[in-house]
């Protein structure tokens, strides 16, 4: 019987975590002085040198554990389980209330978006002065 030994590819769990919290590949090649295009070779990555990992891990405000051990799949279950336990099933008052996981991360999205906005308009305004 063969086993095949599932490999984790850091690249990928890197973009897959900006991309939660809303910043852009210039951003964080910006922050580890380096230009996009090097930074987009990073994220294409399988295997990613630790100490790069520890600086993105840092800009992007995680641990590098998460970064090294993020699955996709185990971080939707994870949230579909929690929020089994945020549901509010309350029928002697008629109030039955269900999170959902796809509509939360979509709300997470556009909040996100509209920070980012504001940044821009913010920057915008301090340039034009």
Known sequence: MLIMEKTVKIGPNIKFIRNLKGLKQEAV??????????YSLIENSDEVDDQIVIQIAHILNVTPELIREFNENQAFY?????VEHNTLHEHAHGIHQVFSPVEKVVELYERL??????????????HNK
Not at 29 to 38: D, K, L, N, R, T
Not at 78 to 82: D, T
Not at 113 to 126: D, F, M, P, T, Y
Request: net charge negative; proline share 0%.
């Open 29 to 38: 090649a910006v922050e580890m002085g380096i230009s996009q295009a090097e």
């Open 78 to 82: 994870s949230i579909e389980n929690k």
């Open 113 to 126: 978006l509209a920070s980012e906005r504001e940044k821009i308009e913010i920057l915008k305004s301090q």
